[in-house]
């Protein structure tokens, strides 16, 4: 059973930065993929990153490109999201989820899941 727990949110003005970070019990954490979600009120939770075992491919969803970029420091267990140039559209509860082996892009192909960090970016 591999727990994660999201660190990193807060409230931005629009233009800043934050970093979220995603830490793992897992010791074998590397055989995990990663991805981040997030999720608006009344929304489904919706993909924004992935990440392979050992960092060397990394996937960004077309609203978060050129402005977040997802890393991981497997040695820490942990995965990072770093989120440039902010907008109040990015506002939202930021999850991460790890599955064993392959990257995946549905939330439904996930099976470990942090409680989740809120990001508010106001204009």
């Known amino acids: 059973q591999v727990q994660l727990a999201e660190s990193g949110g807060g409230l931005v003005q629009a233009g800043g930065s934050l970093r979220l970070s995603c830490a793992a019990s897992?010791?074998?954490?590397?055989?995990?993929?990663v991805g981040w979600f997030r999720r608006d009120p009344g929304k489904e939770r919706e993909f924004v990153a992935a990440?392979?075992?050992?960092?060397?491919?990394?996937y960004m969803a077309d609203s978060v490109k050129g402005r977040f970029t997802i890393s991981r420091d497997n040695a820490k267990n942990t995965v990072y999201l770093q989120m440039n140039s902010l907008k109040p559209e990015d506002t939202a509860v930021y999850y991460c989820?790890?599955?064993?082996?392959?990257?995946?892009?549905?939330?439904?192909?996930?099976?470990?899941w942090g409680q989740g960090t809120q990001v508010t970016v106001s204009s």
């Open positions: 990440i392979t075992l050992s960092g060397g491919s990394t």
């Open positions: 989820a790890a599955r064993f082996g392959a990257v995946k892009f549905r939330r439904l192909e996930y099976d470990y």
């Open positions: 897992e010791r074998t954490f590397s055989r995990y993929a």
